[in-house]
């Protein structure tokens, strides 16, 4: 790394005096990520250095390492680019390290941007640079749903709300107008087609712009059932299959959690009634989310299962913990992995995610503002289940 500090040719370093230039360090984090040049080696982000490997002397303060660590799920870079942050002395210079891995599955945008290095050179792909980080995940062991699906055709897409909704939030106006690719370059770069001659769909394009997905995925939809009663025994209210691709899916399940909570008027001795609903909306949405985020998709034709009960809600998502989630720590805050990154990504862009690793913490945070029961979870190697309980 000493080395790397000062090597004003390396492709793999880039050096920043302060965080003054932040938008800079977010397009070297999305440059090293993509790793056009196949270095197959980390990126190296030097903050407190200057252009020459020279000291800046910069103070590395513990907000300093925050901010360049919340650069990883703001948002702003997808998908979620993996990097480690930390603070060193180098030569004698105090210095912010951002490490970053090169990704399995290019290209990644930086606010729909895909930005490339190779030599000293940091610069937007051209259409070219871009295909060729495209071409680069063939060779990949991929995640289940980038994997191609064999039957299905671009007949079965919805390429009318690809063009005018999802590929306006995903890639910049400036690039669409200079680019002139075809439609099945632009499924490719977005992941939701391979790179093969003619390209196959993946799942993660029926999930996400397919008109019939659940035709090749059986358990990707939710089973909603309102009970009442406290067993699954008791009468049966209402029973709804949301189907659909995860746009349809999200805005239906929105309309009916939002049907079915009930508000509560409160007399207080002011002049002003108080109305407390029974689950506070928010906290459903992102539980609900949270389940189909990271469900497993694979193997299973299992939906995500919502059971509301007279007394509680539990949410059932197949699969169990991924990666640094464990049965041990699962809930905790700061401690979140993603079975299905690209479909995250997907959530973003649609607008159902506002920020990566705050849903528990959303969910908690309204369920007690509400005066609701903390929410508990229970996590098994097949399958996740949350529990909401009534305000009281």
């Not at 999305?30 to 903050?47: E, H, K, M, S």
């Not at 407190?48 to 590395?60: P, S």
């Not at 680019?179 to 977005?190: A, D, Y």
């Amino acid at each position: 790394m000493k080395r790397s500090l000062t090597d004003i040719e390396s492709d793999r370093v880039e050096r920043k005096e302060s965080l003054t230039s932040a938008d800079r360090i977010r397009e070297a984090i999305c440059a090293f990520a993509n790793d056009l040049p196949g270095n197959n080696r980390p990126g190296v982000v030097f903050i407190g250095v200057r252009n020459d490997g020279g000291c800046a002397n910069l103070t590395v303060t513990d907000r300093l390492l925050l901010t360049l660590s919340q650069m990883k799920d703001d948002g702003n870079i997808l998908p979620i680019p993996s990097l480690v942050v930390r603070k060193t002395t180098l030569s004698g210079c105090e210095v912010a390290v951002v490490l970053v891995h090169p990704s399995d599955a290019p290209p990644i945008r930086f606010r729909g941007v895909v930005w490339i290095r190779v030599g000293p050179r940091r610069g937007i792909a051209t259409s070219e640079e871009e295909r060729r980080l495209s071409e680069k995940r063939r060779f990949m062991d991929l995640p289940f749903e980038l994997r191609p699906v064999r039957d299905a055709m671009v007949e079965d897409l919805d390429l009318d709300f690809f063009q005018r909704n999802y590929l306006p939030s995903s890639v910049t106006p400036e690039v669409l107008a200079q680019n002139n690719r075809t439609v099945e370059q632009q499924l490719t770069s977005l992941r939701f087609a391979t790179t093969d001659a003619p390209p196959l769909l993946t799942v993660l394009g029926l999930l996400t712009i397919g008109r019939d997905p659940q035709e090749f995925l059986g358990g990707a939809y939710i089973q909603f059932l309102r009970i009442d009663g406290i067993e699954l025994g008791d009468p049966i209210r209402d029973a709804k299959r949301i189907a659909g691709p995860i746009a349809e899916i999200l805005r239906r399940v929105d309309e009916i959690l939002e049907a079915h909570i009930a508000v509560r008027v409160e007399i207080t001795s002011g002049p002003v009634e108080r109305r407390r609903p029974d689950y506070p909306l928010a906290s459903l949405q992102q539980v609900v989310r949270n389940a189909v985020m990271h469900r497993n998709y694979e193997g299973t034709n299992a939906p995500v299962r919502i059971n509301w009960f007279s007394d509680r809600i539990e949410i059932w998502s197949p699969g169990g913990p991924y990666g640094q989630v464990t049965r041990e720590n699962f809930g905790q805050a700061n401690v979140t992995d993603y079975r299905n990154l690209h479909l995250a990504e997907v959530m973003y862009r649609l607008g159902y995610v506002q920020r990566f690793g705050f849903g528990i913490a959303i969910a908690r945070l309204e369920m007690e503002k509400n005066g609701n029961p903390p929410p508990e979870f229970v996590a098994t190697d097949t399958h996740v289940q949350v529990t909401l309980r009534r305000s009281p």
